[in-house]
Nanobody
Framework: VQLVESGGGLAQAGGSLRPSCAASGRTFSSYPAGWLRQAPGKQCEFVAAISRSGGSASYADYGKGRFTISRHNAKNTAYLQMNTLKPEDTAVYYC???????????????????WGQGTQVTVSS
């Protein structure tokens, strides 16, 4: 599985960004996908995850009501819509995939076995 993120960038506080994750190498609809982030000097943390079909999603508390994860299986792409951005959202955002069997949506980085290279999101105050 190859994952390539795009769509990060610079936004002002209160603004929006929508990173995308293009997947290849395995049927996209066969595995759940997630987004994680790492800010400078901090550990990687979970952002959001979505089930194979897109019918179920989980969010970190800080993202509830502001972030929306989605996927378009026919386009092999996952998205993270981020609204009402805050300076503390500044981080490298990674797309990740869990290709081994699971019945729940993975909510920690150690549960994913494929990662993209990341896309930088910077929010100015």
């Amino acid at each position: 599985v190859q994952l390539v993120e795009s769509g990060g960038g610079l936004a002002q506080a209160g603004g929006s960004l929508r990173p995308s994750c293009a997947a290849s190498g395995r049927t996209f609809s066969s595995y759940p996908a997630g987004w994680l982030r790492q800010a400078p000097g901090k550990q990687c943390e979970f952002v959001a995850a979505i089930s194979r079909s897109g019918g179920s999603a989980s969010y970190a508390d800080y993202g509830k009501g502001r972030f929306t994860i989605s996927r378009h299986n026919a386009k092999n792409t996952a998205y993270l819509q981020m609204n009402t951005l805050k300076p503390e959202d500044t981080a490298v955002y990674y797309c990740a995939a869990r290709t081994t069997y699971t019945i729940v949506v993975p909510i920690s980085g150690r549960e994913y076995n494929y990662w993209g290279q990341g896309t930088q999101v910077t929010v100015s105050s």
